[in-house]
């Protein structure tokens, strides 16, 4: 009887891993859905889209994208977490997905040990942008106002606690200024808005997020939080340039659920590889103020954690300073 056990167990076995070589092999056989958990119309949502129109050539089948906003992009992470792990749903995780939920703990049960991580394709540094009809010429000219008016300034960011939060607030203190900070969750869409309608003097975002109001003359960047200029945008100095201390941006990581098929990972990964090193990809993003930014599944964990606590020293560090509360 044992001996049965034995070989049906082993056949059972075998079985199974010449299913899963079929499944691996066979996929996708039909559309695969791409979660992107921001409102459509912002940075974030127009490069996932346009990786997917260029990956679904080669993979064959469609991949459409589907927005799910809120809980700092945590209500469409969630779903990817709990999706079958099958290959047929995934996930574009950012800067809040990765730092600003997991640091927050509102959410036990956010694990981000409960995702297979794909692949980082880009990294973009947050910037200060204005009105193009706005006094200040330059980030100096926004410090000296700030300074014989503080708190007055109106600075929109997003969401309350999220990357660019942060950013403002350590600008505040490297520059020993004081604004008034207006949140706007959902993304770099209701920023748009609320500087076209005057409602702000100011936005803290990417200058890919408002590149098409860059290249439309409707706004224009100050200063980039980086080191090197955005070959899109080289007229806008760096914060480095500025002698500010300061550089911080965001990034687009795609993700799959924890048990997704190593093979079926390595088939999705081939294929955005190749979507972004495209030249139709190449072409467009270099006109919208984004750095394509390769980081294969090998890497891109060991990353992610390193980020992960890069970060959380940082805003503990603010904690203790009082500037922020946890």
Known sequence: MKSFLKVAGAALALSMGFASQSFAAEYPTKDI??????????????????????AEKDLGQSIYAENIEGGISATGIMQVMKARPDGYTLGALTYDSVVTVPWQGLLP???????????????????????????????????????????????????????????????????????????????????KEAILSDEVDVVATS??????????GDVRGL????????????????????????????FIVLAAPADTPDDVV??????????????????????????????????????????QKTLFDQMQALVDQGVIKK
Do not use: C
């Open 33 to 54: 859905r791409m979660i992107i958990p921001w409102g459509a119309g912002g940075g974030t949502d127009g490069i996932v889209r346009k990786l997917g129109t260029i």
């Open 109 to 191: 049960t956010y694990k981000l040990d409960k995702l297979k991580l794909i692949a980082r394709v880009t990294s973009e540094p947050d910037a200060i942008i204005v009105d193009a009809d706005s006094p200040y010429q330059s980030i100096d000219d926004l410090i000296a106002a700030a300074k014989e008016n503080p708190g007055q300034i109106k600075i929109g960011i997003q969401n309350t606690g999220s990357r660019l939060h942060l950013a403002m607030l350590q600008f505040q203190q490297l520059t020993d200024t004081e604004f008034k900070l207006i949140a706007y969750p959902g993304g770099a869409a209701p920023q």
């Open 207 to 216: 200058m890919g997020d408002f590149s098409a109001l860059i290249e439309g």
């Open 223 to 250: 200063v980039e939080f980086s080191d090197n200029r955005n070959p899109t945008f080289p007229d806008v100095p760096t914060a480095k340039e500025q002698g500010v201390d300061l550089q911080i941006g965001s």
């Open 266 to 307: 390595a088939k999705v990964e081939a294929n955005y590889k190749a979507a972004l090193e495209s030249d139709e990809f190449q072409e467009w993003v270099s006109k919208v103020g984004v750095s394509p930014n390769w980081l294969g599944s090998d890497e891109v964990t060991a990353w992610a954690e390193e980020t």
